[in-house]
């Protein structure tokens, strides 16, 4: 079976390439389209460590479009709630991603996802889906070599710490880039082995949000919620799986009430 990590960076070379098709053709194809795919896809590749459950606004009107996530193994989990945004071409900026939301006298999108994080005591995070001709130049990511990168970091999937992009101040890619990191070193056992002696998961996630916040000139110690030893009861209901009305009922509750799309749990690779 295709390696977690390896399946990550399948994942975002293909999104790298369709974002430049359907652009071509004249698709919208938008990121909950893009989400759906990539996640039902992993889903479908790794059904022991790739779980999710979604739930559409036809289902329930308070549910949003964030996704909460979780990634590790038991003992050591991290929580993170995600936005996914898709970059729009030719101009390479992520449209409704500042500003967004300040009609009409509410906050920003991007403060209400910080703050909804917060409430939960978890980190808020953006998963990016992109196609460049601008940044970089190579098909090579980062390049920042103390993080990973080379010929084999595919980058159509970045992830950036909220507050990180918040500090650009920016919609452009060339200027959010810089404190984004390649999805697929979350599960890389590569990337957590740089900045720690733990090696799993969970501590490869923190590993990347760390880098993000410290790039944007963030203080992570402050800024950021580290991994806990146990996962929230409808997480463990995801994990537990099953598709008993109890499970379900359990886990709407919990995206209805934190305003949620839905669920994601990614779970350390059985040797």
């Given at each position: 079976m295709t390696p977690l990590c390896q399946s990550f960076q399948q994942k975002a070379d293909w999104v790298w390439r369709q974002i430049a098709d359907a652009d071509r053709a004249g698709l919208a194809f938008s990121e909950e389209t893009i989400t759906e795919t990539i996640l039902l896809d992993l889903q479908r590749e790794h059904p022991e460590e790739v779980r999710l459950r979604a739930f559409s606004k036809r289902e329930e009107k308070n549910n949003g479009a964030d996704w909460e996530w979780w990634i590790g193994r038991p003992g050591r989990w991290l929580g993170m709630r995600m936005q996914a945004k898709r970059l729009a071409l030719p101009r390479e900026e992520f449209k409704q991603l500042q500003g967004y939301g300040r009609k009409k006298g509410s906050p920003p999108q991007i403060e209400v996802l910080i703050a909804e994080a917060a409430k939960y005591r978890i980190n808020a995070g953006y998963?990016?889906?992109?196609?460049?001709?601008?940044?970089?130049?190579?098909?090579?990511?980062?390049?920042?070599?103390?993080?990973?990168?080379?010929?084999?970091?595919?980058?159509?999937?970045?992830?950036?710490?909220?507050?990180?992009?918040?500090?650009?101040?920016?919609?452009?890619?060339?200027?959010?880039?810089?404190?984004?990191?390649?999805?697929?070193?979350?599960?890389?056992?590569?990337?957590?082995?740089?900045?720690?002696?733990?090696?799993?998961?969970?501590?490869?996630?923190?590993?990347?949000?760390?880098?993000?916040?410290?790039?944007?000139?963030?203080?992570?110690?402050?800024?950021?919620?580290?991994?806990?030893?146990?996962?929230?009861?409808?997480?463990?209901?995801?994990?537990?799986?099953?598709?008993?009305?109890?499970?379900?009922?359990?886990?709407?509750?919990?995206?209805?009430?934190?305003?949620?799309?839905?669920?994601?749990?990614?779970?350390?690779?059985?040797?």
């Open positions: 998963c990016l889906y992109i196609h460049s001709k601008k940044w970089p130049t190579l098909r090579a990511w980062p390049v920042y070599g103390f993080i990973g990168g080379g010929p084999l970091s595919p980058q159509g999937c970045l992830l950036a710490e909220a507050k990180a992009v918040r500090a650009t101040g920016s919609n452009a890619l060339t200027k959010i880039a810089p404190v984004a990191v390649p999805w697929h070193l979350i599960v890389c056992h590569c990337s957590s082995g740089v900045f720690n002696g733990r090696g799993g998961i969970a501590d490869a996630a923190w590993a990347m949000l760390r880098a993000s916040s410290e790039l944007a000139g963030g203080d992570p110690d402050s800024d950021l919620y580290p991994p806990v030893e146990a996962l929230p009861p409808y997480m463990q209901l995801l994990r537990d799986g099953g598709e008993s009305d109890d499970i379900a009922a359990g886990l709407r509750h919990a995206a209805v009430a934190r305003g949620l799309r839905g669920f994601l749990l990614i779970q350390e690779e059985r040797g």
